[in-house]
Antibody, heavy 124, light 110 residues
Framework: EVQLEESGGGLVQPGGSLRLSCAAS????????MHWVRQAPGKGLVWVARINSDGSSTNYADSVKGRFTISRDNAKNTLYLQMNSLRAEDTAVYYC?????????????????WGQGTMVTVSS | QSVLTQPPSASGTPGQRVTISCSGS????????VNWYQQLPGTAPKLLIYSNNQRPSGVPDRFSGSRSGTSASLAISGLQSEDEADYYCAAWDDSLNGPVFGGGTKLTVL
């Protein structure tokens, strides 16, 4: 079964750090671009970051640039999000998502597999 | 404030056809394909429509999408109670160099 499973969320104080992980299974992880998307409580979806298949290229939303780092370990089939200098407004459920293959007609904002999400709460 | 604009709510009775609109600009919907996601209460989003009008396997043909200029729409025919969910449109934005989402539309089946 194709699956993504996030972990690493929790309660952290403002200014603190947290590392999220996303374990992939059931597909060839190393061939897919991967993204992080977050959703604040009661709010909509917001894109956070993306990484290409071999980890050599990354992009970030302006709101997290310089504070968050997306990375991957293809040998471990795992995606990461290192979050530093956390703020109250970073409080959200964080989802990892797989972008479908371009060759299959999936555009750059077509995320065909999502994890169940992990909650991050930034509060003192 | 989301880059793509959706109505906050929509409703219909079982069996009806409802449409949800998504308005953008030349840097997103006007030049890139549109995708739609369904988020059932308490669950992760699920891809419903990709590349403007394509359905992933397993998505009923009651769901259809279209794009015209800088706007897109999602249509749901033969509305069912299990369609009650939040629906989000999304597209790549060339100016922001990232995907952008609509604010979401809460669909209520009366």
């Amino acid at each position: 079964e194709v699956q993504l499973e996030e972990s690493g969320g929790g309660l952290v104080q403002p200014g603190g750090s947290l590392r999220l992980s996303c374990a992939a299974s059931g597909f060839i992880f190393s061939t897919y671009w991967m993204h992080w998307v977050r959703q604040a409580p009661g709010k909509g979806l917001v894109w956070v970051a993306r990484i290409n298949s071999d980890g050599s290229s990354t992009n970030y939303a302006d709101s997290v640039k310089g504070r968050f780092t997306i990375s991957r370990d293809n040998a471990k089939n795992t995606l990461y999000l290192q979050m530093n200098s956390l703020r109250a407004e970073d409080t959200a459920v964080y989802y990892c998502a797989r972008r479908g293959y371009d060759s299959s007609g999936y555009g750059p904002a077509a995320f065909d597999i999502w994890g169940q999400g992990t909650m991050v709460t930034v509060s003192s | 404030q989301s880059v793509l604009t959706q109505p906050p709510s929509a409703s219909g009775t079982p069996g009806q056809r409802v449409t949800i609109s998504c308005s953008g600009s030349s840097s997103n919907i006007g030049s890139n394909t549109v995708n739609w996601y369904q988020q059932l209460p308490g669950t992760a989003p699920k891809l419903l429509i990709y590349s403007n009008n394509q359905r992933p396997s397993g998505v009923p043909d009651r769901f259809s999408g279209s794009r015209s200029g800088t706007s897109a729409s999602l249509a749901i025919s033969g509305l069912q109670s299990e369609d009650e969910a939040d629906y989000y449109c999304a597209a790549w934005d060339d100016s922001l160099n990232g995907p952008v989402f609509g604010g979401g539309t809460k669909l209520t089946v009366l």
